[in-house]
């Protein structure tokens, strides 16, 4: 990332206050507001707006962040897994063979910007067509509090092997190889050590932040040193420290700064070229290759024995096109592969399709729901890991999301349901270590809508439920799931606000617990039973 004094043009402000008014109407709609975002962009390009110098430090920012945070979550052994390797590699040369073969039929014709292209050209749209947005998904999947679910791991360890691929092409395509001195980079393994000395001295508050922040920059600046895209020394520095036990807290605590400097990504995005009707045409032609390479990512996963739900799932957290088609469309136009108007079409495909995927997500089980029959045939006998069926017949309290506010709930119940209790925990790790300790917790995902066909007797004499998922759209997904397989027992989950208690029990949650209100009530309580005491 290269140094540079930033100063704020007058119209900046203008440009993020328009940013904010479009999120919000968006929200409203019940859509993510980054929808919003990437309309703003566009109004902005349409009034003749350009970006700045601070707008482009800004998404620069947003993405370093974004991928430091991936990097957090990420577990090396989950990218050596044959589903995300496996998947990712097939899926890119399929996608690329595909799209190169229609964009090279099509070049017989005579619609402009198509007609002529050779087939290297060809080959070169289709690869840039065969990636997903890593920034796009991970936001999603952040929101959906499914980052760490099985559907989540899987498209985040597919995306990073396209990432790998994207730093291997840009490399090439410049004739610009690492520096000989990428390997001193090995040194970061032993240096862990002192990383995770330092995270355990700066305590929880602000020095967290600047520690996290810090690392991101630090690692995305040494990388590109030595000739390696910034992007992957981000990514690289988090997962040197994923296994910390402070690296969840890390992660949310950078969640604030992320989503703000994400906005200058999607807004850069709108404005980063202004198409005309052939663009325009041509991209929404690329859009309708959309569905194909969702359908090819369902298909293969399939294929390596994920469970259909899964399957459906992750594929629709990669149902888009990447910014990486940006990044190509600037390369060919410098060097005189693709004309320069083909950076507009990437720039409307890669809008229009996170437009398509952020509506495909929220509608996304319902689609299942409508559809399972036929997408049931399409599963392997074979189970994975975290995907078997699961005997829980006698079990009659049943807690979804085993963090801090689960285990404690788990325990506090454990006296009276002794032998009738499990929790369910969404990250397969947790799980292990959880079991490790003597709970009876099992890997799951009570939003999805398969978990319920894992556990067949589950609901049968099933009293109680606690939802303690780390998000409020989370523990809503799964009351909707439960009210779907027509569970009439008491349901009760957490809140951190008022909105979200009145959203739990407008849909039947019995009962609601106001993590902040209670946790303040419940200090008191205690202190008055210390004061009676004394």
Known sequence: MDPQLLSIHYSDPLWIA??????????????????????????LNVLGAEGGEFLN????????????????????KALVRPEVWGVA??????????????????SYSSIPLLSGLDLESALLIGFAMSFSSTVFAVKILDELGAANAK??????????????????????????????????????????????????????????????????????????????????????????????????????????????????FFLSVGMT?????????????????????????????????????????????????????????????STGWLSNEWLAVFAIVLTFSFILSAHLVNIRDSLYHL??????RFERPRRLLGEENLDLG???????????????????????????????????????RHRASGLNVVSGDATNPDFWTRVPELLDGLEWVLLTLPTHKANMNAALRLKEMGYLGNIAATAKYPDEEDDLKAIGVEHTFNIYKEAGLGFANEIQTFVVQK
């Open 394 to 432: 006698y079990i009659k309290v049943v807690v979804f999301g085993m963090g801090r506010m689960g285990t404690a709930a788990y325990n506090a119940m454990h006296c009276d349901y002794e032998g009738h209790l499990v929790g369910v925990e969404i990250d397969q790790d947790k799980t292990l």
């Open 371 to 376: 559809w399972r029959p036929k997408l049931k």
């Open 57 to 76: 430090a800004m998404a620069d920012l947003g993405i370093t962040l974004l991928l430091f945070s991936v990097g957090l979550k990420l577990k090396l």
């Open 151 to 264: 559907n989540g791991q899987i498209a985040i360890g597919v995306l990073v092997v396209q990432d790998i691929a994207a730093v291997v092409f840009i490399a090439l395509s410049m004739g610009k190889l690492p520096s000989p001195w990428a390997l001193a980079l090995l040194a970061l393994i032993p240096l862990r050590f002192l990383l995770y000395q330092l995270l355990n001295r700066v305590g929880h508050g602000e020095l967290l932040i600047l520690f996290g922040i810090t690392l991101a920059l630090l690692g995305a600046d040494i990388f590109e040193l030595v000739g390696i895209k910034e992007d992957v020394g981000a990514l690289v520095l988090g997962m040197l420290i994923a296994n910390h036990p402070k690296s969840n807290e890390l992660s949310k605590a950078l969640l604030g700064f992320k989503e703000l400097f994400l906005v200058g």
């Open 89 to 106: 590699s097939l899926h890119m040369t399929i996608v690329t063979l595909l799209v190169g073969a229609m964009i090279l039929l099509l």
């Open 18 to 43: 328009i940013a904010f008014l479009c999120g919000l109407i968006i929200k409203m709609l019940g859509l993510p507001p980054l929808i919003g975002f990437l309309a703003a962009g566009f109004i």
């Open 273 to 333: 070229a202004m198409p005309g009707w052939v663009e325009i045409l041509i991209a929404l032609l690329l859009i309708l290759f959309l569905p194909l390479k969702v359908a090819l990512y369902f298909g293969l996963f399939n294929l390596f024995s994920l469970r259909s739900s899964t399957s459906w799932r992750t594929s629709l957290n990669l149902a888009n096109y990447s910014e990486f088609g940006l990044i190509v469309g600037a390369i060919a136009a």
